[in-house]
Nanobody, 115 residues
Framework: QVQLVESGGGLVQPGGSLRLSCAASSISFSSNVMAWYRQAPGKERERVATVTIDGRTNYVDSVKGRFTISRDNAKNTVYLQMNSLKFEDTAVYYC?????????WGQGTQVTVSS
């Protein structure tokens, strides 16, 4: 059974930083494009950062220059370093493949940016 387990979220002030982790099991991790998605209250889930099999990255405009996605294929883990956090980054963050697969959605990790 595939499991993607997100961690690292929390409460942070505007301008602060967090580092999210997503550990994958029972998946050919190194053969998949991976991404971080987020869903804010009342909004649809959106893909915010993508990392290809060979490490190339892509970001939604709203997080460019602030977020960095990376992967460690030896650890079956994908990371999201989030700096200069803003109120509008508040959301539940998930990892999944690209394209996403519904059975792979985990519980996510809550990120709350508040003063």
């Amino acid at each position: 059974q595939v499991q993607l387990v997100e961690s690292g979220g929390g409460l942070v002030q505007p301008g602060g930083s967090l580092r999210l982790s997503c550990a994958a099991s029972s998946i050919s991790f190194s053969s998949n494009v991976m991404a971080w998605y987020r869903q804010a209250p009342g909004k649809e889930r959106e893909r915010v950062a993508t990392v290809t099999i060979d490490g190339r990255t892509n970001y939604v405009d709203s997080v460019k220059g602030r977020f960095t996605i990376s992967r460690d294929n030896a650890k079956n883990t994908v990371y999201l370093q989030m700096n200069s956090l803003k109120f509008e980054d508040t959301a539940v963050y998930y990892c999944n493949t690209v394209p996403f697969l519904r059975p792979y959605w985990g519980q996510g990790t809550q990120v709350t940016v508040s003063s």
